[in-house]
Structures are given as structure tokens and as C-alpha cells.
């Protein structure tokens, strides 16, 4: 590089860091290098060395920070700033044509214009950047809460640390994956094997995690790159009308996006898109396992909306599972979270959809009758969604003489218990009744000793009881009984998750608490009532009405509330609010996730970046740079004595919140 000022070292590095970003990013995002190794490593040791003399000049996003830094301890989870939801899986033409038909419904018009894009084997990813610099990274967690993987995504050299934008947005949120590309893994496996090292099953579990490391050494170590496919948010800056805008607003911000996407007119041009990419496959130079429909107009996108975790306007359409043949040793029963028997196939491993298989469910005793799955039997398996191993299909031709048919044990005692203790460990989790200090073999231990049979004999718990299990003293019993005592007081929708009712999930527990008020309606509820509700299907409905419909479920309600539950009124429609507040610094009443947990309570939604769009910021300690920006923004702040006065009135709701932050 010529023309560096020779006395200005500041204005040296700062040309030397714009030269080098820019020649990554036309070697790892556009793939077309316009300089040498040698020149580009000429450069880079002129910065380093830059760095070395002047320690000032060091900055966290000059590219020779990419190498990643002291290991971190312990992983930090943060809210993401927009739901980061999955996408809804069809097949078949039939399925594909059941979804263009709701979107044509619900836009109201023939022809929809999609945007087809591959859908790579990689891990989400969520980016956020501020003023154009990437401040954090996120997996996509339960949607709602991811991992903060900053540290490790810096390393990625396909992910830009400043936007090539002269005006960057304020704010803006992209979504992508990260993943390694067929030759560069197969070139990583080489020097694993050249190092005696275990080598990788395949690329989407080298990529994942590397990316999951608290040492950002090792995915500075991987060859991961990264496929941008959308944006999540985006302020003052122009939005992009379109899907295909999208796209080519984040290549010109200087992110990687996938060539092979295309504007699709109709049904009939999708489905050809989607034959054509499964032909050619085996030749891309990436993991692809099917393809993704996009609505193109986000105004469209707007109005059809998403359902509990994924959007109404789009869809993946998913390639034929790989199948495999392979014996089946033995059939066991497994016993699941809310304490459900699932019969569970050992298979002689086999490799199949990019993992080696050893246990295949068989989903239920009605399955394992149906499709006559015995001991000894050659079988074809596959990888549904190329996740869950299934059974397809016996091959009766290949079945040995002495294979015996599966019989369902008369008793099963040990599996009894199991299933008990599975059960009150789910009613005692955190999403249901929150019972601090119980733990696993805590509760195994209750369960054993017939201390708790059904979930009310928690609220009759003694002492004395507590002080007979292993390695509890008495300060621990007291902590245990009050956190059960605290415990009684629940909202509808824990304690619908709590009983574990077969397909009701935490989404699922809430939409029913929103639906049916009290335990009196939903008992009474019937499986059309059930339909009804967003996103509760026949299979679930049924689930629902079963549960209800049983005489020993509706007793153990009642001895619930006869030992003291009470359920919160979920519906009181002040809560119902959208104040957004950023809880920053550290605090001496309360921990920082109990705080989020009250704010959320009262109806106050939590964030983590400071923008225009955050009503006030919590301060605590030591509150950093968002105090800064909250100042520069003009956001209102509340500190700790405030916090603590608006936590505690008797009543809170939209009014008396507004009127708080005005100050009255």
C-alpha cells in the first residue's frame, strides 16, 4: 500500500485497517481476491507491527483482533431485540401447495411473487450493529433468548466488524448462517487425522460447535463463513420493500449472501426451483438439506404475521430424508420429560443424514404393532427432518425365524417410578412451578421414599421428612419449604405447563391460560373448543381433552388447591403493554435476572441495546456505554430506589407506568 502519511501513525492505522477489511471482504464475501497472499500479509504485519509500537492505536475492530482473546467463563444469555423464529417444514407438492393456498388467502390476491433461497446445513445466527459496528452476536437460543457468541463471531472473517455504508443504519439486525463450506471441511478433517485428533462427523456439527466455544480460539481455528439471509430490524436508514431488496442492501453493507437465490412468480416456478436445486446438490460447494419460500413483499410479510414460532410467510421445503438399512437389537422404553412411555429402537449403528445412528423412536406402542417392528429385524431408518431418527419400515423378507414379536411388560415398577419422578421434576422446573433448590436427584429421592406421590404432596412436605434425604441439612430444608411455600402462588399458564399434559408445551400453556380463565372452563372444554385456539391441532386437542377427561387428574387439582395453590389472574388487560427498558450495571437488592423477571410481570418488555425505540434505562453500577447512549438519546432513567418504589405499588398498569416515567 502506498501514500501512507509518514508521521500521522493514527491516520496509518486507520487506512491500513479500511485496506485489509476491504480485501477480506473481497476474498471471503465476493470470492474474488484482487491482491496476493503475500501483499495481503505484507499489510496485516504492517498494522500488527503498527499496533505493537503504538498501543493506543489498538482498536476491538482492526482486523488483527479477529483471533479471539482471553477464553470466557461462562456463556451470557440475552434477549433477542426481534423473536428469532424457525421455519415451518413441508415435504410434498401437496404440503407446498396447502401454504400458497393460505398465502393467497390471507393477501387476498392470485399471484404471489416468492424469493427462493438454498436453506443451508449451518447454524443461526443473529448480528446485531450499532452505528455500523457489530456489538453482538446471538444463536438463535428458544427464539426468544440466545447465547452471546460475540467473541467467536468476530473471528469469522466473512462477517464485516464496521458496514461498508457511508450513512449505516442507527440499528440494524441481520439474521444468517454459519457454516463451513464441503472442501474446506473436508481439508479440516485432513488436519485433524495429520494430528491424531477425532475427526468431524460432518460439517454442520464442526460449525456448530466451533461457534459454541468459550474459547474463541477454536473457531478462530475453523474455516467457518457465513450466508446472509434477511434483516431483522433496521433504523433510520431506508427499509427495504422487498426480500430481494434485502439482499442486495446487505451485500452492499458489505455481507455475504447466497448467489443462488431467485424471484419466483408462482407455484408452478417454485416447484422447478426446488427440482433444480435438489439435482444439483451434490455440486454445491455448500450443505443444503432444502430450499426456502419467501413471501417477497415484507408488506405482505407484515400483514400475514407468525404464529407462536415461526412466520405464516415462509415456509422450508425440505429434500427426501436419507434412509439407510440397519438390525434392530433391542426394543427398551424410554420415559420422557412429563413422564410418557415411548418405546425406543437399539439399532446396530449406522450412518445415515450426516450422523451415525444407534436409537430410533417408535413413537408409541400402537406404531410398534402397526408397522410389527421385532427384535432382529432388518429395518430402514432415516433422520426425519434430517434430526429425529425414525423407523420407516420392516423388511419382512430379511426377518429371522426366531424374531418375536413385542409385547407391552405386564408390570413395570422401575419405569413407574421413573415415570413419577420424571413428572414432578417437570412440575417443579423453572416455565412451570419454579421451585427452587429441587433438584433431580433431590426429587428421585422423594419419589423412592414415597415422600410425594402426586404433585400436591409437595405442599404437604414436613421437615422432618427433608432431614431423612441425603446430604440435606437443616438451613437447606428451611430454604427448600419456604421456596415451595413461595411456589403456591402461580399464574394459569405455569401450572397448565406443570402437569404435563402430552404435546402442551410453555407457547401452548399460554394461548390455553388466554383462552380459559380458570380451571373450571378448561375442564369443561371441549376438543372443537381446542381447535379453535392458534395453532393447537386435532393430535393436541385431543391430548387436552383426555387429560381433563380423567378422574385421578381432576382429583390431584383438587388436592392442589385444597394445599394452598393459588392461580394469579392471568387476564388483567392493563398489563397488557408495550414499554421496552434497557437493565444495565449491577445492583445491590436484586440480581439483574430477577429484575428483567418483575419488569416482565408488570408488563415492561426487556432489552438488551439501547435505541430510540427503549423507553428508559435501569441503571445500576457501573452502567457502562448504555448510559452514554441513553444520555445522547434523551431516554429517560430510573435507578435503583425509583426501580424498587415501581415494583412495589399494590397496582400497576398502562396508566400508572406512563404516568412514572412522566414523572408524576
Known amino acids: 500500500m502506498k501514500n501512507l502519511p509518514v508521521n500521522d501513525k493514527k491516520k496509518q492505522a486507520q487506512l491500513l485497517r479500511k485496506e485489509l477489511e476491504k480485501h477480506n471482504r473481497q476474498y471471503y464475501v465476493l470470492d474474488n481476491p484482487v491482491i496476493s497472499d503475500d501483499e495481503f500479509d505484507s499489510l496485516y504485519q504492517k498494522l500488527i507491527l503498527l499496533e505493537l509500537d503504538t498501543p493506543s492505536l489498538v482498536d476491538k475492530y482492526s482486523p488483527t483482533q479477529r483471533v479471539g482473546g482471553e477464553p470466557l467463563a461462562a456463556f451470557t444469555s440475552v434477549d433477542h431485540l426481534s423473536p428469532m423464529l424457525s421455519l415451518a417444514n413441508v415435504f410434498n407438492g401437496k404440503q407446498f401447495a396447502d401454504f400458497h393456498n393460505r398465502v393467497k388467502q390471507t393477501i387476498n390476491i392470485s399471484n404471489i411473487d416468492y424469493f427462493g433461497e438454498p436453506k443451508l446445513d449451518g447454524l443461526a445466527i443473529s448480528l446485531v ?11 438463535r437460543g428458544n427464539g426468544k433468548r440466545g447465547e452471546d457468541v460475540t467473541h467467536n463471531a468476530r473471528t469469522i472473517k466473512a462477517i464485516p466488524l464496521t458496514l461498508t455504508a457511508l450513512a449505516p443504519p442507527t440499528l440494524l439486525e441481520v439474521r444468517g448462517e454459519i457454516y463451513i463450506e464441503k472442501a474446506q471441511f473436508e481439508r479440516l478433517n485432513q488436519r485433524q487425522k ?18 459454541r466455544q468459550l474459547d474463541a480460539k477454536v473457531a478462530a481455528s475453523r474455516p467457518l463463513t457465513i450466508c446472509c439471509y434477511g434483516i431483522a430490524r433496521i433504523e433510520n436508514h431506508v427499509s427495504p420493500a422487498t426480500q430481494q431488496d434485502s439482499l442486495q442492501l446487505l451485500k452492499s453493507f458489505g455481507f455475504r449472501v447466497s448467489e443462488d437465490t431467485v424471484l419466483l412468480k408462482n407455484e408452478k416456478e417454485c416447484i422447478l426451483y426446488f427440482k433444480e436445486l435438489a439435482g444439483k446438490r451434490q455440486s454445491l460447494a455448500y450443505d443444503i438439506d432444502g430450499v426456502v419460500f419467501k413471501v417477497n413483499r415484507i408488506s405482505d410479510q407484515q400483514l400475514m ?16 430424508a436419507e434412509e439407510a438399512m440397519t438390525l434392530v437389537r433391542e426394543i427398551d422404553l424410554q420415559v ?7 418405546p425406543v429402537a437399539r439399532l446396530q449403528p449406522v450412518f445415515v443424514g450426516g450422523a451415525t445412528v444407534t436409537n430410533a423412536t417408535l413413537h408409541n406402542f400402537e406404531e410398534v404393532a402397526r408397522k410389527d417392528i421385532r427384535v432382529g429385524d432388518t429395518v430402514v431408518v432415516r433422520r426425519a427432518g434430517d434430526v429425529i431418527p425414525e423407523v420407516v419400515k420392516v423388511l419382512f423378507d430379511l426377518r429371522p425365524a426366531e424374531a418375536i414379536r413385542y409385547e407391552i411388560p405386564n408390570e ?15 412440575f417443579v422446573s423453572k416455565k412451570a412451578l419454579d421451585i427452587d433448590g429441587l433438584g433431580d436427584k433431590l426429587v428421585a429421592q422423594l419419589v423412592r421414599k414415597k415422600y410425594v406421590v402426586g404433585f400436591s404432596d409437595l405442599f404437604n412436605l414436613k421437615k422432618e421428612c427433608l432431614l431423612l434425604l441425603e446430604r440435606l441439612g437443616s438451613k437447606s430444608a428451611d430454604k427448600i419449604l ?9 399464574t394459569f399458564s405455569r401450572l397448565i405447563y406443570g402437569i404435563g399434559i402430552l404435546g402442551v408445551g410453555e407457547e401452548t400453556a399460554a394461548r390455553l391460560a388466554d383462552s380459559f380463565d380458570s380451571l373450571e372452563k378448561i375442564q369443561r372444554g371441549t376438543i372443537e373448543e381446542f381447535e379453535k385456539i392458534p395453532d ?19 382429583e390431584e387439582l383438587d388436592n392442589l388447591l385444597s394445599a394452598g395453590l393459588v392461580i394469579e389472574n392471568s387476564h388483567n388487560s392493563e398489563k397488557t403493554i408495550d414499554f421496552v427498558c434497557v437493565v444495565t450495571g449491577s445492583f445491590d437488592s436484586m440480581k439483574r435476572s430477577e429484575i428483567v423477571q418483575s419488569l416482565n410481570t408488570i408488563g415492561i418488555r426487556t432489552a438488551n441495546t439501547v435505541s430510540r425505540s427503549v423507553d428508559f434505562l435501569v441503571c445500576g453500577d457501573s452502567p457502562g456505554s448504555k448510559l452514554e447512549r441513553a444520555h445522547a438519546l434523551g431516554i429517560r432513567l430510573v435507578y435503583q430506589d425509583e426501580l424498587m418504589r415501581l415494583l412495589e405499588q399494590k397496582a400497576i398498569g398502562k396508566n400508572s407506568i406512563k404516568a412514572f416515567l412522566e414523572g408524576k
Not at 459496528?133 to 444463536?139: P, Q
Not at 460432518?202 to 461457534?211: E, K, L, M
Not at 404475521?305 to 427426501?320: D, N, T
Not at 393447537?536 to 380423567?550: A, L
Open 129 to 139: 450493529y450499532e452505528d455500523g459496528k457489530l456489538v453482538r452476536a446471538v444463536t
Open 536 to 554: 393447537i391441532g386435532t393430535v393436541v386437542s385431543q391430548s387436552i381433552f383426555d387429560w381433563f377427561s380423567k378422574a385421578e387428574n381432576i
Open 194 to 211: 495429520a494430528g491424531n485428533k477425532k475427526t468431524f462427523v460432518n460439517a454442520r456439527n464442526a460449525a456448530a460447535g466451533a461457534v
Open 412 to 426: 413395570l415398577p422401575d419405569i413407574a417410578i421413573e415415570q413419577s419422578i420424571k413428572k414432578v421434576i417437570h
Open 305 to 320: 404475521g407468525a404464529v407462536a414460532k415461526a412466520p405464516r410467510w415462509a415456509v422450508a421445503f425440505k429434500f427426501a
Open 482 to 490: 419456604l421456596a415451595i411455600a413461595s411456589s403456591k402462588q402461580t
Open 336 to 342: 420422557g420429560r412429563t413422564g410418557v412411555l415411548t
